[in-house]
T-cell receptor, first 115, second 112 residues
Framework: NAGVIQTPRHKVTGKGQEATLWCEPI?????VFWYRQTIVQGLEFLTY????????DSGMPKERFSAQMPNQSHSTLKIQSTQPQDSAVYLC?????????????FGPGTRLTVL | GDSVTQTEGQVALSEEDFLTIHCNYS??????LFWYVQYPGEGPQFLFR?????EKGSSRGFEATYDKGTTSFHLRKASVQESDSAVYYC???????????FGKGTHLHVLP
């Protein structure tokens, strides 16, 4: 069991460019969560999929952020027209049970730096 | 909305000291409560959870008891080690939605 895999580990983009972050959840887990982590805001929920279906995206900035889960083995978080305030560590987590009330397994995160 | 408050932003202790990190939550009903630990360069790791009043969760010598009366889930350890140095997060499952709300985190520094 390799755990949750996130790629790339580090990404640097210029202002206005697009960034796509990848997550491979643990095999057999039905829930996938995305979070953003910054020193100021801490861990912020972004979005949640259960059995590949989008369930709750209440934490997503509406205009430039989007997330997909085209199959059970990966999810992507796309940020269009990146801005310096998007710089953060983006964490993906998966859970065996399809609600937020159970243990989540986190990946190591992708550190996004927008210049 | 639901929220989680961790009183201490930073805690500095010496090895074998007693640890308490305070966590209070604001939520209706009986939300599941969690403690996670994060080491540098890694994602948070689950420590333990509790889901009903007076239930105690524990792992690796850490423990916390769900107290609905005081809406608290304080983390305690009797004797900390240098290897316990990390960031500790208290979290609450929003039972009206699916997301988990995390506190701001507490940096624990244990000096040898």
């Amino acid at each position: 069991n390799a755990g949750v895999i996130q790629t790339p580990r580090h990404k640097v983009t210029g202002k206005g460019q697009e960034a796509t972050l990848w997550c491979e959840p643990i095999s057999g887990h039905s829930a996938v969560f995305w979070y953003r982590q910054t020193i100021v805001q801490g861990l912020e929920f972004l979005t949640y999929f259960r059995n590949q279906a989008p369930i709750d995206d209440s934490g997503m900035p509406k205009e430039r952020f989007s997330a997909q889960m085209p199959n059970q083995s990966h999810s992507t978080l796309k940020i269009q027209s990146t801005q310096p305030q998007d710089s953060a560590v983006y964490l993906c987590a998966s859970s065996l049970v399809g609600t937020g009330g159970y243990e989540q397994y986190f990946g190591p995160g992708t550190r996004l730096t927008v210049l | 909305g639901d929220s989680v408050t961790q009183t201490e932003g930073q805690v500095a202790l010496s090895e074998e000291d007693f640890l308490t990190i305070h966590c209070n939550y604001s939520a209706s009903g009986y939300p599941a409560l969690f403690w996670y630990v994060q080491y540098p360069g890694e994602g948070p790791q689950f420590l333990f959870r509790a889901s009903r009043d007076k239930e105690k969760g524990s792992s690796r010598g850490f423990e916390a008891t769900y107290d609905k009366g005081t809406t608290s889930f304080h983390l305690r350890k009797a004797s900390v080690q240098e290897s316990d140095s990390a960031v500790y997060y208290c979290a609450c499952h929003d039972t009206n939605a699916y997301k988990v709300i995390f506190g701001k985190g507490t940096h624990l520094h244990v000096l040898p």
